[in-house]
């Protein structure tokens, strides 16, 4: 009975806080500024106020906030987003969606890649099993954000949990090749190359593995270059002319053992095979 007279008072007191807030979207923002969104106190203080039904509120109001923010005419919608979901992660940590589709609005409607980055980081100190909050986070750094360091890091973060998937760590890798770390992505790339049993894996490794020693032999290749070019005022016509001028110990080659191929009207060194058309 008394479970009844709550539950009862919960289903009032909503129906009041739909009305309230159908009442305030007839007011004329331009009269008042935020009359669209209704004060949300803090998580913490509506856990106690639920008398026990927190996840009802978490639910109700993770409903409430899709809709809010699906409606483009208001203006200033995302100012208390990270608020908003903060208060459902307090009223029930464990519902995972609401961090997903938070950082979602932050990072694609709102373009606040910080926002989404706290949303995930809150979702992963609340459930530090989940690895889909730094997988997804590394995933906005490296793609979005093209913040390669930030990438690398939500990528081992993910790596570290268990039953976290194997494609984490070649994206990992990848990270550290666009950051020019060629000692990380080819130590991480052999490791995978060398511990895969998947033959479809492993090409795409070794197809890495070319990249990252073609990228670190260019380089050498082309500061050599110009330094002989410096030095005499003109480019090399040969590469061997590097190591007789003593500017390379030795000529490398690519992985498959080629040549790297030199034109010297121009002085440009490039690869003599496209990685994935080997």
């Known amino acids: 009975m008394r479970k009844g007279l709550i ?3 919960i289903l009032v007191s909503l129906v009041a806080f739909m009305a309230l807030k159908v009442k305030t979207d007839q007011i004329l923002r331009e009269k008042m500024p935020g009359s669209s969104i209704l004060y949300i106190p ?3 203080s509506l856990k106690y106020a639920t008398f026990g039904f927190s996840s009802l509120a ?3 109001i993770y409903l409430w906030a899709i809709q809010y923010y699906s409606d483009y005419t208001i203006p200033e919608r995302y100012k208390h987003l990270d608020h908003v979901f903060s208060v459902i992660a307090e009223l029930d940590h464990r519902y995972l969606d609401p961090y997903q589709i938070g950082a979602l609005v932050a990072i694609y409607e709102a373009g606040d890649v910080e926002a989404a980055y706290e949303i995930l980081d809150r979702g992963l100190e609340k459930n530090p099993e989940q690895w889909i909050f730094p997988f997804q986070a590394a995933h906005y750094a490296q793609m979005i954000a093209k913040d390669y360091k930030r990438a690398q890091e939500y990528y081992q973060k993910t790596m570290d949990i268990e039953g976290s998937p194997a494609i984490a760590k070649r994206l990992y890798a990848n990270a550290a090749y666009e950051l020019a770390d ?6 991480t790339w052999k490791d995978i190359y060398e511990n895969t049993e998947d033959e479809r894996i492993r090409r795409i490794a070794s ?3 070319y990249r990252v020693k073609a990228a670190t032999d260019l380089k050498a290749l082309r500061e050599a270059v110009e330094k002989y070019r410096s030095a005499s005022g003109r480019n090399p016509v040969e590469l061997s002319q590097l190591v007789r001028s003593g500017l390379l110990p030795s000529l490398p080659q690519d992985l498959d053992g080629k040549d790297y191929l030199y034109d010297p009207q121009t002085g440009k060194v490039k690869v003599p095979t496209i990685p994935w058309k080997r």
């Open 58 to 60: 978490a639910d109700l």
């Open 7 to 9: 539950l009862l008072l």
């Open 182 to 187: 060629y000692e990380t992505a080819w130590a």
């Open 42 to 44: 803090s998580g913490k």
């Open 207 to 209: 197809n890495h593995l």
